[in-house]
């Protein structure tokens, strides 16, 4: 009898270790999953233009020169941090009035420090998060061999971003 009751006993014990384990395993998935799917917070900043240069075709010199470019505040961009509809990029920038990015950081592109650096086909934008301060350099319009003024010309811009 004392076996019989030992081995019902066990038996029980099992069972119990069994439901226990099933248990803390779901447990663990819950937690497990809920970190994975844990959003980064998605940070806003509008970055405003104070200094630019570069160069310009003089049509009539006929020859590329050296131009200041006055833009003190009238270029505007809005970094997206985290930008949700961008799973992959660590940071989107798009001109300010406009829908869609001209430059996705990420995916490629390296965040150096507290700077992300984003690239496009003819440019590049430099964020840094503690400065609060911008770079942004345009390189069409020079190499396409077109000795005219279309507009089109190669600048470096920078400027300052506040947190929205």
Same mark, same amino acid.
């Given at each position: 009898?004392?076996?019989?009751?030992?081995?019902?006993?066990? $038996?029980?014990? #099992?069972? $119990?270790?069994?439901? $226990?384990?099933?248990?803390?395993?779901?447990?663990?998935?819950?937690?497990?999953?809920?970190?994975?799917?844990?959003?980064?917070?998605?940070? =806003?900043?509008?970055?405003?233009?104070?200094?630019? #240069?570069?160069?310009?075709?003089?049509?009539?010199?006929?020859?590329?020169?050296?131009?200041?470019? +006055?833009?003190?505040?009238?270029?505007?961009?809005?970094?997206?941090?985290? /930008?949700?509809?961008?799973?992959?990029?660590?940071?989107?920038?798009?001109?300010?009035?406009?829908?869609?990015?001209?430059?996705?950081?990420? %995916?490629?592109?390296?965040?150096?420090?507290?700077?992300?650096?984003?690239?496009?086909?003819? #440019? =590049?934008?430099?964020?840094? =998060?503690?400065?609060?301060?911008?770079?942004?350099? %345009?390189?069409?319009?020079?190499? +396409?061999?077109? /000795?005219?003024?279309? #507009?089109? &010309?190669? &600048?470096?811009?920078?400027?300052?971003?506040?947190?929205?």
């Amino acid at each position: 009898m004392s076996v019989m009751v030992s081995f019902h006993v066990r $038996m029980r014990q #099992g069972i $119990m270790e069994k439901k $226990m384990y099933k248990f803390l395993v779901i447990c663990l998935l819950l937690i497990c999953s809920g970190s994975v799917m844990a959003e980064k917070e998605e940070k =806003q900043f509008l970055c405003i233009s104070k200094v630019a #240069g570069g160069f310009s075709f003089n049509n009539e010199a006929k020859t590329w020169k050296g131009a200041g470019v +006055d833009v003190n505040g009238t270029e505007k961009y809005l970094v997206k941090l985290n /930008d949700k509809r961008y799973p992959k990029a660590t940071a989107t920038v798009t001109p300010y009035g406009e829908e869609n990015p001209a430059y996705r950081c990420g %995916s490629g592109n390296k965040k150096l420090g507290s700077t992300h650096a984003c690239h496009a086909v003819y #440019g =590049q934008f430099f964020f840094n =998060q503690k400065s609060l301060r911008y770079l942004l350099s %345009s390189m069409g319009g020079y190499i +396409d061999g077109k /000795d005219e003024n279309t #507009g089109y &010309f190669p &600048f470096i811009e920078g400027g300052t971003c506040s947190p929205l």
